[in-house]
């Protein structure tokens, strides 16, 4: 019987390390250290990770399994509970180290099954959770670099379109005043009076933005 540390990252700029030394300060001790390094838990099925393919090939009955968490097996629902259940039916012993939680097919008690089966779907799907919580993070920081990008390069964006913006210099060529103007063309007065102290600036921020 032997026992098997399991560890992942994501992307090639994480480390590895220091899933290992969280095992082992917590007191675990292996045999063997399994390891897949910039593979996604997401897209990529345990049985299709290089490592994680070798892991199932080298398990045997009453070996144990340690992983940090069920997220290092993956942060897909489906194949994190097949992969655990595939374990078990094979009697390996399935321990993490956050929580000290033990997963293990040697219970025949029903209640017993179901409460464990319940943990096992619960944990799967928590590590799903997360991931797609972390893509929306990740996908409004990207939106809002781009903003920051976009106002860094083109300036702000006019609060007035190509259509008010000839309104306004039609008017103040008849002399309109500016609080005339701001109102029949819908603008702020403040506004008004950017595009009559620096016709060039506003029209240059049209043409920047595609307005």
Do not use: C
């Not at 012993?93 to 040697?106: A, E, K, L, P």
């Amino acid at each position: 019987m032997a026992t098997f540390l399991y560890a992942r990252v994501s992307t090639s700029e994480q480390t590895l390390g220091h899933q290992q030394t969280q095992a082992e300060n917590a007191g675990f001790q292996f045999d063997h250290v399994v390891a897949d390094h910039g593979v996604s838990g997401v897209s990529v099925l345990m049985k299709d990770r290089p490592e994680g393919k070798r892991l199932f090939d080298m398990l045997r009955a009453g070996d144990t399994l340690v992983v940090r968490w069920v997220d290092r097996l993956g942060r897909n629902y489906a194949d994190v509970t097949d992969t655990i259940r595939e374990f078990m039916r094979r009697g390996v012993v399935i321990r993490t180290v956050i929580n000290n939680m033990t997963f293990d097919g040697s219970t025949s008690d029903a209640m017993q099954m179901a409460v464990r089966d319940a943990m096992i779907s619960f944990m799967a799907a928590s590590a799903q959770a997360q991931a797609e919580a972390t893509k929306e993070a990740q996908k409004a920081g990207i939106a809002s670099a781009k903003v920051r990008h976009d106002e860094t390069y083109k300036g702000r964006k006019p609060s007035f379109s190509r259509a008010s913006y000839e309104m306004v210099m039609n008017l103040l060529s008849k002399q309109t005043s500016v609080s005339e103007i701001a109102q029949v063309a819908r603008l702020s007065r403040q506004t008004v009076y950017r595009i009559k102290e620096n016709p060039a600036a506003a029209e240059k921020a049209l043409v920047v933005w595609s307005l």
